[in-house]
């Protein structure tokens, strides 16, 4: 079984390589490639039977790389730290993850599994999951009105939001910030379906950002941004039972 590693770590890189070359003889690893446009360019090339995907990579990440792919005849195995809602994408469509930092076991059963499932079905599900992927994303696009025109967002692409009057401000994930003349009461209405909890009559947060908890009369969220938002006491309890469903 031939292979492909993708990560942008160093460390991680040299480590699953060695992971592979003595727990796992049957791979024959190609290449270990340290961004995403690279290991399009190699996938495309080599043609491996498994590719091992890290997703979060800056600039484009696992799951951009696999759309980016016209070639899908291969399996993967993603290797990530632990985020949630890309695990639940990837339960999603039946396909394997290894969570960092990656352990011998772990990845002799998932390698184990792989050319199992390989060899019983007739098609790799990547396709599938990229059809997924794009699925998702046509149906959690946000058009947003400024002073130029019409801002196209991903959900994903929002922090938070932030109310500035009758304007709302979005801060996203690329460090700018767009104004729009839209209260948060409005935003509020076309968000609430795509993971965002109102915490206070200021703010509107996408959960998946939410990196910790602070205990107090409201208390107050640290966000993925290291910005720290209030939460109003008669929000606070439906906030917690939002988390309880992520």
């Known amino acids: 079984m031939t292979a492909l590693l993708v990560d942008d ?12 070359q003595k727990y796992c003889p049957q791979v024959k690893l190609l290449a270990a490639c340290a961004d995403g446009p690279d290991g399009v360019a190699a996938i495309e090339e080599l043609h491996p039977d498994l590719v091992f995907l890290d ?9 951009d790389l696999l759309e980016a792919c016209r070639y899908t005849g291969f399996d993967v195995i993603f290797t990530t730290a632990y985020n949630e809602y890309a695990i639940k994408a990837i339960r999603h469509n039946a396909l394997d993850y290894i969570l960092k930092p990656v352990d011998k076991d772990e990845l002799i059963l998932a390698v184990a599994k792989a050319q199992r499932e390989r060899a019983a079905r007739p098609a790799s599900p990547v396709g599938e999951f ?6 998702q994303r046509v ?4 058009a947003l009105p400024t002073m130029e025109g ?9 922090f938070y939001c932030e109310s500035d009057g009758g304007y709302t401000h979005f801060f996203l994930t690329n460090g700018k910030n767009v104004l729009i003349s839209k209260t948060l009461g409005e935003v509020e209405n076309v968000l609430e379906n795509k993971g ?3 915490v206070h009559h200021g703010y509107l947060i ?3 950002y939410v990196q910790r908890y602070v205990r107090g009369d409201g208390g107050e969220v640290i966000m993925a941004n290291h910005k720290s938002i209030p939460v109003s006491r008669n929000k606070k309890q439906e906030f917690l039972n939002f988390l309880e469903k992520i």
Do not use: T
């Open 9 to 20: 770590e160093k460390h991680c890189r040299d480590v699953l390589s060695l992971l592979l």
């Open 55 to 63: 997703i979060e990579m800056p600039g484009m990440s696992g799951f």
């Open 130 to 135: 990229v059809a997924y992927l794009n699925r």
């Open 139 to 142: 149906g959690d696009r946000i």
């Open 150 to 158: 019409l801002q196209i967002l991903q959900s994903e692409d929002i």
């Open 196 to 198: 965002f909890c109102r």
């Open 206 to 208: 996408n959960l998946r």
